[in-house]
């Protein structure tokens, strides 16, 4: 695979950005491939390279990268129409009632610009509608570039994960494992009348995939309503991702008070989203005191991708086609993994996936589901991970240095480590999921 030109251009880049990049997730080693366009299910580097991706953005791209007419018409016209106003336009109400249509939980709604954006506006919010300063989050779990939750280290010795924020930011942040009851529960036992909110991606998809085990997120529920604590479940990934328009908190049944949304909400442009009960939402600026605001919020062009979006997904099984060949694809690796690399975890619902390089014994006999569901009675429970920590312990190094690579070589782009989730689009078809089944099957 020829790489000069990549090559050239990050020379030039890392003259003139940190690293040679704007985020740092895309700098992988020894140095980023640099996208051309992209086609379909499909990019084309800056050496004519072309792969399959499943990277799609980091989840906002369910469409891949052809988008559908209305939804390409919708963007042009609101493009062409003047970008942006600073005042409120149609479009934004519309996305407004559309969610609130779908998603339940969701009453009332703020658009940001991030996802970022709308957890740290969540945060916010959450302490200013309860007066408390404590945030519980779970150990692996990501919520963007922001202060309160870039935290590592156990419950008593809490620190921030990244030199320029205060220690004190990181006193107010509480980190538990995912899916250990005892654990959340010592801590409202402890210091129920202090905490704010738990704030939690409802599936794990930065640190995993880790599905959530049976009960779970119902506790949650339960401690976060006893003890007057709201419950965010943060669906900038899994929003309109799983679970199809009633998101992941239909899938699972369980109702948080405050959702944060991003990626696929904006239709492949910058955004973010903070929905919930009306008498929390309104308590931002200006309708309550906790101040929100942004010059680019709410921006037409990204309300009227967003909207055509979703639209389009309730209107023509967009659900059934991603989510067919998210199965056919982690049923197909769970078969290549039970013959290749039987400790592996296939792990991912809908149309997430990821194979986890699970280490430890593991017999031939002993095979999870296509895309691991935490089964009690699966023969592998006690060994899948159920925690960000499960999987840091995984074979984290083969993966980034040698099977990535290998994938790349084999026509097929992941996201570059371990951890982050990867995605399938409706640009994707069976042949496609054939050719990437070969190519595991070879870098495996
Ligand atoms: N929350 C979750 C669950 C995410 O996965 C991400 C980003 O991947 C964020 C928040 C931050 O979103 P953004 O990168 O748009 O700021």
Redesign the pocket.
Same mark, same amino acid.
């Given at each position: 695979m020829h790489d000069e030109n990549s090559r050239e251009l990050y020379d030039r880049a890392l003259s003139v950005m940190p690293g040679g990049v704007n985020?740092s997730v895309r700098a992988i080693r020894p140095y980023p491939f640099f996208i051309e366009r992209g086609d379909g299910a499909h990019v084309i580097d800056a050496d004519g390279n072309r792969l399959i991706d499943y990277v799609m953005g =980091?989840?906002p791209l369910l469409y891949g990268h052809d988008l559908p007419e209305p939804v390409r018409a919708a963007i042009q016209s609101h493009a062409s129409d003047g970008p942006m106003y600073g005042a409120p336009t149609e479009v934004e109400v519309e996305l407004a009632e559309f969610v609130c249509r779908h998603v339940p939980s969701v009453e009332m709604i703020r658009f940001v610009?991030? !996802?970022?954006?709308?957890?740290v506006s969540a945060v916010r919010l959450a302490r200013g509608h309860t007066g408390r300063e404590k945030i519980v989050v779970m150990q692996g779990? =990501?919520? !963007?570039?922001?202060e309160s939750t870039l935290v590592e280290g156990e419950s008593g010795s809490v620190h921030p994960s990244s030199p320029g924020i205060p220690e004190s930011f990181a006193e107010h942040t509480i980190p538990v494992p995912f899916n250990d009851r005892e654990a959340i529960e010592r801590v409202f036992e402890e210091r129920g009348e202090e905490i704010a909110a738990v704030l939690t991606?409802p599936m794990l998809?930065?640190t995993g995939i880790v599905h959530p085990v049976e009960g779970y997120l119902e506790r949650l529920r339960d401690l976060t309503a006893e003890h007057g604590s709201l419950l965010v479940f943060?669906?900038?990934?899994?929003g309109f991702r799983v679970g199809g328009l009633g998101c992941a908190q239909g899938k699972f049944g369980v109702t948080p008070d405050v959702t944060?949304f991003?990626?696929i909400v904006g239709g492949g442009f910058?955004?973010?989203a903070i929905g919930g009960r009306m008498e929390v939402i309104e308590e931002f600026t200006p309708s309550g005191d906790v101040f929100q605001s942004g010059t680019f919020s709410g921006h037409p062009v990204t309300m009227a991708a967003g909207l055509e979006s979703l639209r389009y997904a309730a209107e023509n099984g967009v659900y059934e086609h991603v989510n067919g060949l998210g199965e056919r694809l982690r049923s197909g690796l769970r078969e290549l993994c039970e013959e290749r690399a039987p400790g592996y975890t296939v792990a991912g619902t809908d149309s997430m996936f990821k194979v986890i390089f699970t280490r430890g014994a593991a017999s031939q006999d002993a095979s999870c589901e296509a895309g691991c569901r935490q089964d009690p009675d699966c023969a592998r429970f006690e060994r899948c991970p159920k925690t960000g920590a499960d999987v840091d312990r995984a074979g984290t190094d083969r993966w980034e240095r040698l099977f990535w690579s290998a994938m790349r070589e084999e026509g097929v782009f992941l996201t570059a480590n371990q951890f982050?989730?990867q995605f399938v689009s409706y640009a994707h078809t069976e042949e496609d999921v054939e050719e990437t089944l070969a190519a595991y099957e070879a870098a495996l």
């Open positions: 985020s =980091y989840g610009n991030s !996802g970022t954006e709308a957890t779990g =990501y919520h !963007g570039a922001q991606e998809g930065n943060d669906e900038v990934i899994t944060t991003g990626k910058p955004v973010g982050e989730s």
